[in-house]
C-alpha cells in the first residue's frame, strides 16, 4: 500500500514514508516504511530514561539520529543529535494552529505549522515546503505519511516528525 501522488503530473520528485501515530511512546520500537513497504528506518524507543529518548536507525542498523526531549526549558523542546550537524526542536506557546520551529546547526533552520494533532502539517524553510505530512493519504487507521522533497535531509525531516509527534501528544 503506497502513498498516493496528491499533486499529479510534473511536480518534483519526492520520497515518501509511511510512519504510524501514537506508538512512538518510551519503550517502543516502529519500523517508517518506504513508499513500496520496506522498512527504511526504525525508531527505537529508550524505556530506562526519565526524559523521552528515541534514535532513529537506517535499515541496516546504523544510527541516523538520536532523540532527546529537553526536561529543563520553560518551552517545550526536543534536541536531536547528529554527526551531519545537531537540531532543537521548538514547540511555539501561542496561537491557533500549531507551529514549531526548528533550529539546524550549521543549516537553514526549518518551520512546521497546521494541523499536528491530526497530522496535517508542512516542514518549510525560508517560506519554501520541504516536506508534507498527512494522514489522508492511507485508508488503515493510525497511519499517516510524509513526503519529503528531492534533495533534503530524509533523516533530518523524519527525525523532526518524530519529535513533533512526541511533543503533541506530551
Excluded at 34 to 52: I, L
Excluded at 74 to 100: P, Q, Y
Amino acid at each position: 500500500m503506497g502513498l498516493r501522488d496528491r499533486r499529479g503530473g510534473g511536480s518534483a520528485p519526492t520520497s515518501k514514508y509511511q510512519m504510524r501515530e501514537q506508538l512512538m511512546s518510551i519503550g517502543d520500537d516502529f519500523w517508517i516504511e518506504d513508499e513500496s513497504g520496506r522498512r527504511a528506518f526504525k525508531v527505537d524507543g529508550k524505556a530506562v530514561r526519565v526524559r523521552d529518548t528515541f534514535v532513529l536507525r537506517d535499515a541496516a542498523g546504523n544510527e541516523a539520529a538520536k532523540i532527546q526531549e529537553r526536561v529543563v526549558s520553560v518551552r517545550d523542546k526536543m534536541e536531536i543529535e547528529r554527526s551531519g550537524g545537531n537540531a532543537t526542536v521548538h514547540k511555539n506557546l501561542v496561537g491557533i494552529r500549531d507551529r514549531f520551529k526548528i533550529d539546524v546547526d550549521g543549516g537553514s533552520d526549518l518551520e512546521a505549522h497546521g494541523n499536528v494533532v491530526d497530522h496535517e502539517y508542512e516542514i518549510e524553510r525560508d517560506g519554501e515546503t520541504v516536506a508534507t505530512v498527512s494522514k489522508k493519504w492511507f485508508r488503515v487507521r493510525d497511519t499517516y505519511g510524509v513526503e519529503i522533497q528531492e534533495g533534503q535531509d530524509e533523516a533530518l525531516i523524519l527525525a523532526i516528525t518524530v519529535c513533533i509527534d512526541a511533543m503533541a501528544r506530551g
